[in-house]
């Protein structure tokens, strides 16, 4: 398919992009609208498109309002309280704005008891620069950035680092990666010549025949340097087209419980497609050897180092892009197995089967458990 289809029609990755966004923003606008503290959810999406393609294909600005939409009449029906969800729009081609503006009136999409919606044609460097500088002074709102451009020549990973500082923001981008399969034969792709030279100070060298999945290894790295582990989540969702087209969406948050919704709307789609948690104890290979999986070793090293309590084993199973239940199932395994017990104080012990591994352990009880590990 030539370069112009991709612009005119919803291609297959596309739509896993738009899928992944439509998940997420789905349980962030269920946990945001109700968390009886935010006041406003404003939603910016810098790089929108038209919104419609020629094949039917819905772009990101359908996909969030028709979420806004479904959120919006849940929260109704269920009485509970309802805080404007604010939309901004922005493309810098005209044309595609008024058609945009065109497909959400025709479809009735949005009803002024939803919020604001807002419609822009700027570069989307003089929308970040009206954008951060708000953050701060609005910190009972909180923001969703969609960045979603063709090419990334002057894009910089400071701005993210500006986007998300303030606290109250979560950005989702998505990276061209699909040009790696030209990285050995022509070099560094000029796209993302100034995301590479931001990441490089504290990061390996990067060869010229690295592989597609060690580029997207090597960026999460990066990034996760650059932003710097005690504020900051980051992770990756990947997409692959064929053996040497990857497509990579990085997320990022400056609050753990946005990065665990993210990482829940990611394992649903990975469990869909059959790329989820296959978690089983002893499984054996080709040639009868044990097969252990390698969050389980993660997980080994880390209680073995020294005392952890449930809020340290919260944060690290999601920074290993894993999920509670995930490590829920490993420490329900070692105790059956009579090498892990879990405790209250020194003479206290745990129910058996209780981990206390939640977004509300981690910000209430963070000391509520201990784990002692034999082996
Ligand atoms: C990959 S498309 C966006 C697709 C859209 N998010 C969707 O899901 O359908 C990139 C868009 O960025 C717009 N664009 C290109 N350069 C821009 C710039 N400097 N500032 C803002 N928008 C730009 C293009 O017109 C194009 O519609």
Sequence with gaps: MGKRDSKSSLLSHSEAKVRLLGEYIKRYLNIISNDQYTTKINIHDLFCGGGLYENGGEGSPLVILNEIKNVHFKNVARLNSIIPIDCYFNDIDKQKIYSLQKVIQNRSLFYDEFGAINFSSNDYQDELKELIPLLSGHKKEKFFIFIDPYGYKEFRIKQIKDLISSGNSEVLLWLPIQFMSRFAAKGTPT?????????????????????????????????????GTNNFFVDTFTIQKDKNTVFCLFFFSSHIKGFEKMLEAKWNIDTEQGKGWNFRRNQLDLFQQIVKNPFEQNLKEYLKKKRRYNGDLFEFTLRKSFLPKHTNEILSNWQKEGILEVFQSEDQKARIGSFYLSYQYFRDEYKKVYYKLRQ
Excluded: H
């Design 191 to 227: 796209a993302l010549t100034n995301i590479i030279e931001d990441l490089s100070e504290n990061n390996k060298r990067i060869e010229s025949s690295i592989s597609a999945w060690e580029f997207i290894k090597w960026l999460k790295i990066g990034f996760t340097k650059y932003l």
